[in-house]
């Protein structure tokens, strides 16, 4: 029943988009479904949004639909296999409806013409929801700097890692149960080869996504970053020291396969065709991997020891301060997408240390937009479409996916999405005050966060104790990101604009006069009859 539901959805979305030969490629992440469309305008939004199982659209770099966690990965590799089919026509533009005789005049109308509904002069989440992705565009358009786009592809390299990574640290925190425990020792040292062994070679995947990110051939990225990993570096000698296989983990493979992408497109260039299947490759490789055992592995070998020093050293001196700095600024980073320069240094952090002790300070954040959220909930008690928009998005907001209620609800509101990084800073200062005292509290995978990250939490103190301190981060950013948004998220003017009660009918239409608008057909989900779109869910 579950597959059919997925397959049905993925057919429903294929002639939305403009069938399978107007996808050029499909991929995930953690809630969004990601194509590459070749012609925009044969994209049905507004359709696309009608859907029961679509929260939303984005348009990003890529084309994104918004499903949710584990439903997105369950939808595409249905899409992938329609689209493999090319069964779905293009679709055509529908042509133009005629508008109904009895509606091109007044006195044609008759005094039978349905009435049509007074617009409602209170602030309904439909044009919330309008002005967040207004924000959103206006954001992307700023965003467009070569360093954010960077960033942006630097991100595109970890995301379809994080499966992986999560499955991965699941493994390992069930595995470290059971050897504290002393149960079923027989099993322990197979969950370890399980959960471990992506992580020793995580630095190929990375040189593989790095090198099809940035144009070359992803198998040779592949090849340079397994240098790094190899055990017969440990004979080579590089700055005066013995190297040690793995170092400078995922950084120096990032390096190496973007060094190799690079100098592959330009031996294309330089070597004749007849040659280029036995010379580029080999070229790539030598050239490529003679640097990465001469001086990239060194160098990021040090570069990351000193994130991994820094971060610790930091929240041991300064932990309520950081957290507090980190949790309140993490909402803004994400807007101005400088949040994803630090998808590298979790993973440097979770190779090295088993676990990065960033990602529970900064799901604080989500936590004070749920608070926020609930605040707003209670404050407008007449306005149901904005309290149908927070009850359809709070499930997924507590879950850690914070992008319907920020960009539907708190951020198009303003004081809401402050008193929410007030929230967030709150959490984030109490995991870092016990990480100063000595309960340092990670994860150990990236992407999950809210009331999901709790199966990943790991620390230097026994688990009992790190999940309630993560736990206790999670109250106090809802409580404090509720009181916040409840007494000063909106002033008395908001109030009066936002809350006052919905006009449901309007007068009887002068003798003579017709309403040309189309009747509405009420979407289940919502209070006014019609279905505001949520903007990303993830």
């Given at each position: 029943?579950?597959?059919?539901?997925?397959?049905?959805?993925?057919?429903?979305?294929?002639?939305?988009?403009?069938?399978?030969?107007?996808?050029?490629?499909?991929?995930?992440?953690?809630?969004?479904?990601?194509?590459?469309?070749?012609?925009r305008s044969l994209v049905q939004d507004e359709a696309l949004k009608a859907l029961p199982a679509v929260l939303g659209v984005v348009e990003d770099d890529t084309y994104q639909i918004v499903l949710g966690p584990g439903t997105v990965a369950r939808v595409t590799p249905e899409l992938e296999r329609l689209a493999a089919d090319d069964s779905a026509p293009t679709p055509q533009p529908e042509p133009p409806t005629e508008p109904h005789p009895a509606a091109q005049s007044g006195p044609q109308a008759g005094p039978e013409a349905p009435r049509q509904p007074a617009p409602t002069p209170t602030?309904?989440?439909?044009?919330?929801?309008?002005?967040?992705?207004?924000?959103k565009a206006r954001q992307k358009a700023r965003n467009a700097t070569p360093v954010k786009l960077f960033l942006r592809r630097i991100a595109n390299i970890f995301v379809p890692?994080?499966?992986?990574?999560?499955?991965?640290?699941?493994?390992?925190?069930?595995?470290?149960?059971?050897?504290?425990?002393?149960?079923l020792p027989a099993l322990?040292?197979?969950?370890?080869?399980?959960?471990?062994?992506?992580?020793?070679?995580?630095a190929v995947f990375v040189g593989y996504n790095t090198a099809k990110e940035f144009g070359g051939t992803p198998v040779l990225g592949g090849a340079v970053a397994a240098i790094i990993v190899f055990p017969g570096v440990a004979h080579i000698t590089a700055f005066g020291q013995k190297l040690s296989p793995g170092q400078g983990g995922v950084l120096g493979a990032l390096a190496a396969a973007l060094l190799a992408a690079q100098l592959e497109g330009?031996?294309?260039?330089?070597?004749?065709?007849?040659?280029?299947?036995?010379?580029?490759?080999?070229?790539?490789?030598?050239?490529?991997g003679l640097v990465t055992v001469f001086g990239l592995m060194y160098a990021a070998g040090e570069a990351s020891t000193a994130i991994g020093s820094s971060a610790t050293w930091l929240l041991a001196h300064g932990g309520a301060v950081a957290g507090f700095i980190l949790g309140g600024l993490f909402l803004p980073l994400v807007m101005l997408g400088l949040h994803q320069a630090l998808i590298p240094i979790h993973t440097t952090l979770i190779q090295q240390q088993g676990y990065t002790v960033l990602l529970p300070i900064l799901a604080m954040a989500g936590a004070g937009q749920v608070g926020a959220a609930l605040a707003v909930y209670v404050r407008l008690p007449r306005n149901r479409s904005i309290r149908t928009t927070i009850k359809s998005a709070l499930a997924a907001g507590f879950l850690g996916v914070g992008e319907p209620l920020i960009y539907g609800v708190s951020l198009p509101l303003?004081?809401?999405?402050i008193t929410a990084c007030v929230g967030g800073a709150f959490g984030g200062g109490v995991v870092g005050l016990f990480n100063q005292l000595g309960d340092a509290v990670g994860s150990t995978a990236i992407g999950p966060s809210g009331l999901a990250l709790f199966p990943l939490i790991k620390g230097n103190h026994p688990l009992g104790t790190t999940?309630?301190?993560?736990?206790?981060?999670?109250?106090?950013?809802?409580?404090?990101?509720?009181?916040?948004?409840?007494?000063?998220?909106?002033?008395?003017?908001?109030?009066?604009?936002?809350?006052?009660?919905?006009?449901?009918?309007?007068?009887?239409p002068a003798a003579g006069e017709a309403d040309t608008a189309a009747p509405t057909v009420p979407h289940?989900?919502?209070?006014?009859?019609?279905?505001?779109?949520?903007?990303?869910?993830?």
């Open positions: 029943m579950t597959e059919d539901k997925n397959r049905a959805t993925a057919a429903a979305i294929l002639p939305l988009v403009g069938g399978a030969r107007n996808i050029t490629s499909i991929a995930h992440c953690m809630t969004r479904l990601r194509l590459d469309i070749r012609d602030t309904t989440a439909a044009e919330l929801a309008a002005q967040g992705a207004a924000l890692l994080i499966p992986a990574l999560i499955g991965c640290g699941i493994i390992a925190g069930v595995n470290g149960l059971l050897a504290n425990a002393g149960w322990v040292p197979a969950l370890t080869a399980i959960a471990s062994g992506f992580m020793s070679l995580i330009r031996l294309r260039r330089w070597i004749p065709e007849a040659l280029d299947v036995l010379l580029t490759p080999t070229l790539t490789v030598l050239l490529t303003g004081r809401p999405f999940v309630a301190v993560y736990a206790l981060g999670l109250v106090i950013g809802y409580a404090v990101g509720f009181v916040a948004t409840y007494f000063f998220g909106f002033s008395r003017q908001m109030r009066t604009d936002l809350d006052a009660a919905p006009q449901c009918t309007a007068p009887a289940p989900g919502s209070s006014d009859g019609t279905r505001a779109p949520l903007p990303d869910a993830g």
